[in-house]
Nanobody, 119 residues
């Protein structure tokens, strides 16, 4: 099993920044990549960004490209999401998740952290 704990959410004005953290524990060696997802009020959960533990390859949703940066600290088993130029539409509960081979499905999820961007 893998346990994920997010932190760093909060209330920020539009144009501001926040950094989310996701600390992983347990059988983290069984996972190969981490992702951030979000679910806004009345919306479906959507992909935000992902990163591979090895190599650090990243991918982003078009809506956050150029504003958000995902990174990882392998020694700390922690993944970060730096969010800049925040917009009210970024308001959501943000979840981190861990995926494992062979099919790459996200098997483990954190409890989520609320991000609210005021206009």
């Amino acid at each position: 099993q893998v346990q994920l704990v997010e932190s760093g959410g909060g209330l920020v004005q539009a144009g501001g920044s926040l950094r989310l953290s996701c600390a992983a524990s347990g059988r983290t060696f069984s996972t190969n990549r981490m992702g951030w997802f979000r679910q806004g009020p009345g919306k479906e959960r959507e992909f935000v960004a992902r990163i591979y533990w090895r190599g650090g390859l990243t991918n982003y949703a078009d809506s956050v490209k150029g504003r958000f940066t995902i990174s990882r600290d392998n020694a700390k088993n922690t993944v970060y999401l730096q969010m800049n130029s925040l917009k009210p539409e970024d308001t959501a509960v943000y979840y981190c998740a861990a995926a494992a081979p062979p099919n790459g499905e996200y098997l483990y999820w954190g409890q989520g952290t609320q991000v609210t961007v005021s206009s």
